[in-house]
Nanobody, 123 residues
Framework: QVQLVESGGGLVQAGGSLRLSCVAS????????MAWFRQAPGKEREFVAA????????SYAESVKGRFTISRDNAKTTVYLQTNSLTPEDTAVYYC????????????????WGQGTQVTVSS
């Protein structure tokens, strides 16, 4: 089993930044793709960003391109999400996921999920 623990969420004003972290433990594999998804109240979970095991391939949702950056440190089995220029529309619970062979925007491709970290952006 793999355990994922997210941190770094909080309350921030519009235009601000947060850096989210997700640490993998257990039978974590540094060869698996990792990703961030988010879910706002009353909405379905949506893809935010994904990264390959090497870090060489990254993909982003159109809504966050140019504002968010995903990165990983395989030595620490950690994935990060730097979020900049936040807007109230970014308010959601952010989830880390892993287990996919390659980066994907489909939640079904990922076997393991964290409990989420709340990001709230005030206007």
């Amino acid at each position: 089993q793999v355990q994922l623990v997210e941190s770094g969420g909080g309350l921030v004003q519009a235009g601000g930044s947060l850096r989210l972290s997700c640490v993998a433990s257990g039978r974590a594999s540094s060869s698996a793709a990792m990703a961030w998804f988010r879910q706002a109240p009353g909405k379905e979970r949506e893809f935010v960003a994904a990264i390959s095991w090497s870090g060489g391939t990254r993909s982003y949702a159109e809504s966050v391109k140019g504002r968010f950056t995903i990165s990983r440190d395989n030595a620490k089995t950690t994935v990060y999400l730097q979020t900049n220029s936040l807007t109230p529309e970014d308010t959601a619970v952010y989830y880390c996921a892993t287990g996919a062979r390659i980066p994907s925007d489909s939640p079904g491709r990922y076997n393991y999920w964290g409990q989420g970290t709340q990001v709230t952006v005030s206007s």
